[in-house]
């Protein structure tokens, strides 16, 4: 007698175990590996000469250390712009980080739970990755969003991002110009 939780065995093989080939060869002959036929060094896939060498490095362009932000605020004041705030340091000769810009987010929780939090990182990260070329190679620079960034159509969020660069731009290249026009005699 079987209440239904034993398995029913049976002499016959169910038909999901039969193997049918998919074609002649599959049957008579073992099917030829993909390593066998091509050398390790024609391999397509190994090919590195055919990647941009101007790629940027998204890692190094990020702001990380708690103190590298603080001498970012330390040192700057607060801009504002309609969706977001920031803040932005010309490094100095003496600074020992990579070269190029780099761009810190900020997303504390008044900003909403978790998701929302990581959303509005996502849709920043995507934004600043397409406008870093804007920036100038010796800047640090602090971006913290508003919540409206969350809903925000993303063409207008990229363009902000794009405004906020360039101001900042702007802003290094006067004070370059005053420096350079104080050290002339």
Do not use: W
């Not at 590996?33 to 091509?38: G, H, I, S, T």
């Not at 605020?73 to 801009?79: A, D, F, L, M, Q």
């Not at 920031?86 to 020992?96: A, V």
């Not at 987010?105 to 934004?127: C, F, P, Q, S, W």
């Amino acid at each position: 007698m079987s209440n239904g939780s034993q398995a029913i065995l049976t002499a016959e093989p169910s038909p999901a175990c039969f193997r049918m080939p998919v074609c002649p060869l599959d049957a008579c002959s073992p099917r030829p590996d993909f390593r066998a036929q091509v050398p390790l060094h024609d391999n397509p896939l190994r090919d590195n000469d055919t990647m941009a060498e101007a790629s940027p490095d998204l890692r190094s362009a990020r702001l990380r250390k708690h103190a590298d932000y603080q001498r970012v605020y330390k040192e700057s004041r607060k801009h504002f712009s309609p969706s977001m705030s920031y803040f932005f340091r010309l490094r100095t000769p003496f600074d020992n980080v990579p070269e190029g810009p780099r761009v810190g987010l900020t997303a504390g929780r008044v900003l909403g739970k978790a998701v929302d939090r990581n959303r509005i990182k996502r849709r920043m990260r995507e934004a600043v990755r397409i406008n870093l070329s804007r920036l100038p190679q010796t800047v640090d620079v602090v971006l913290h969003p508003r919540k409206s960034v969350i809903d925000m159509e993303f063409a207008k969020l990229q363009s902000e991002v794009a405004r906020i660069f360039s101001t900042v731009t702007s802003h290094i290249d006067k004070k370059v110009n005053k420096k350079n026009e104080g050290e002339r005699p």
